[in-house]
């Protein structure tokens, strides 16, 4: 299996040549030059209408079951209020604990919120993350077999997310889906469809949206090394029979199906994204996303390594350091590490960032990251606009920027 090559992959991103450390890509990631100079090359040559044939590197499906949009936030509220109409009273959506903007409560500090929250008469069921370390009460991800409880006859949707932005836990979406339509099926549900949201997902794993058996599905170019766009991938069957237009981003025409316009993002965005397929292709000698995907993964285990090692070893724990989410490092997860330090001599979190931010040319991030509900729910309760520390890399971080991070951890918490 083909390794990365860090030195080869960094000198593809222009950004990371000032040398500062960029760990907050959850956030949203650099951009990388191959993107840049697609829209350069739009706006100077081509400026005149969107390619016809973008490849998505999430999905094998028709173009017509694939739209661009300004935001992944904003692309959901467009789906939501299409489905209104298809909405009954006493219909039942089961949602995951995440980003506001996908799937839970509505926000007294924020416009967004959860956009399934308003559908026509529905009931909300949550899927919450529960604890898997007696030692360690904000030690939670999410377990399948308390996702089939909330399933009944009256499930209409499931809105999911693949990856959380916070924890960094991977939701095994395959098996979630298969065994939550199996269990629709046997309760005798109407009509049951899955929203997954991939914004965390994307930058780390091959998204396959017809393997997973999903109807929607939403991800953040800017944080996949894109432009600051967003794409949708919503089953053919769904814009049959479940939308209605909403005449803004669907369009009905001599009553052909409704299908996404790009509206939102200038062309020259969606032009830049034709390039982030051939780059994460390039990161291997296949030429394929599948073997590019896992030497991104393999990578990702080393950086996670050495931050979780540290960050969960016998002195820090002592110190009053939990990490938020699960501690193992193995591919159940991505290198998104969150953690907060509580107890007698509890540090906090926005001044752990900020020792960070003085000392200059690291950048980690502080806060509820828009995940509220997911954080005001944990126990023994946290501050929720304090929130935790989040440490996000990916694929173009190294080894070294991992140590540099951990030698600074050690100085903050000493």
């Not at 789906?79 to 009954?88: C, G, P, T």
């Not at 916070?166 to 109407?190: D, F, N, Y």
């Not at 991505?334 to 931010?357: C, E, L, R, Y």
Request: proline residues 5%; contains cysteine.
């Amino acid at each position: 299996m083909a390794a990365l090559d860090i030195n080869k992959v960094r000198a593809c991103f222009p950004a990371l040549k000032s040398g500062y450390i960029y760990a907050d890509n959850a956030g949203g990631s650099q951009t990388a030059q191959a993107v840049i100079d697609h829209i350069v090359d739009y706006l100077s040559n081509t400026n005149m209408t969107a390619p016809s044939a973008l490849q998505s590197c999430s999905t094998q499906a028709s173009l017509d079951e694939i739209a661009f949009g300004p935001s992944s936030t904003m692309i959901v509220e467009n789906i939501a209020r299409a489905l209104d109409n298809d909405i009954q009273p006493g219909d039942e959506f089961i949602v995951t604990y995440e980003h506001e903007g996908f799937c839970c409560d509505l926000l007294p500090i924020t416009v967004l919120g959860s956009v399934w929250l308003r559908g026509a008469g529905a009931v909300v069921k949550y899927w919450k993350p529960t604890p898997v370390s007696a030692n360690n009460p904000y030690s939670v991800t999410y377990k399948i077999e308390e996702l089939l409880p909330l399933v009944s006859s009256r499930t209409r949707l499931a809105a999911i997310s693949a990856c959380s932005n916070v924890l960094g836990s991977l939701i095994p979406v395959e098996e979630a889906v298969k065994a939550l339509r199996q269990r629709a099926q046997e309760l005798g549900a109407r009509k049951v469809e899955v929203s997954l949201d991939c914004v965390a997902y994307a930058p780390h794993r091959q998204m396959d949206v017809q393997k997973w058996d999903i109807d929607y599905c939403v991800f953040s170019l800017y944080k996949v090394y894109g432009a600051h766009n967003a794409v949708a991938y919503v089953r053919s069957t769904a814009l049959r029979t479940s939308l209605t237009s909403i005449a803004h981003h669907f369009l009905e025409v001599d009553n052909e199906p409704y299908k996404f316009q790009p509206g939102g993002p200038g062309y020259e965005l969606v032009y830049g994204a034709r390039a982030v397929v051939p780059y994460l292709k390039s990161l291997t000698p296949e030429d394929d996303l599948a073997a590019s995907f896992n030497a991104i993964a393999n990578h990702e285990q080393e950086l996670v390594a050495p931050l979780l090692l540290f960050l969960t070893d016998a002195k820090q724990f002592d110190r009053g350091v939990r990490i938020v989410g699960t501690s193992e490092i193995d591919l159940s997860r991505v290198p998104t590490v969150s953690f907060v330090v509580i107890g007698q001599n509890a540090i906090k979190s926005k001044d752990i960032v900020g020792a960070f931010d003085k000392k200059g040319g690291i950048g980690i991030r502080y806060g509820h990251f828009y995940a509220y509900s997911l954080i005001n729910d944990l126990r023994p309760e946290l501050d929720v606009n304090d929130g935790v520390v989040r440490i996000s890399l990916v694929h173009y971080n190294t080894v070294e920027e991992v140590e540099k991070i951990v030698d600074v951890l050690r100085e903050v918490l000493a």
